[in-house]
């Protein structure tokens, strides 16, 4: 069984930039391929970006120049880097871990593992 436990979320200005990070353990981190979702009030859990497990990355069309996924499988991390942030990117982030290493997973089912959540609030 792995477990996920992100970190670095917060209070953040609109305009400014965020750091989340993503720790797994009880699994072999290197062979998972992880994502990233979020979740606002009252909406559906959307994809923000994924990596496999070769450093493959895709991201959304909303975040696409704004965020930087990457993975360190010595430290059994995966991180979230978003600048330029937006009201609308308010949301519970998740992190995610996938049993196919090399396929990029965009919806909630093709995923096996999640984190608890880290909050992210964008201020005016």
């Known amino acids: 069984q792995v477990q996920l436990v992100e970190s670095g979320g917060g209070l953040v200005q609109a305009g400014g930039s965020l750091s989340l990070s993503c720790t797994a353990s009880?699994?072999?981190?290197?062979?998972?391929?992880m994502g990233w979702f979020r979740q606002a009030p009252g909406k559906e859990r959307e994809f923000v970006g994924a990596?496999?497990?070769?450093?493959?990355?895709y991201n959304r069309d909303s975040v696409k120049g704004r965020s930087t996924i990457s993975r360190d499988n010595a430290k059994n991390t995966v991180y979230l880097h978003m600048i330029s942030l937006k009201i609308e990117d308010t949301a519970a982030y998740y992190c995610?871990?996938?049993?196919?290493?090399?396929?990029?997973?965009?919806?909630?089912?093709?995923?096996?593992?999640w984190g608890q959540g880290t909050q992210v609030t964008v201020s005016s």
């Open positions: 990596v496999t497990g070769g450093g493959i990355i």
């Open positions: 009880g699994g072999t981190f290197s062979t998972y391929s």
């Open positions: 995610a871990a996938r049993r196919r290493l090399s396929v990029i997973g965009i919806a909630t089912p093709d995923y096996d593992y």
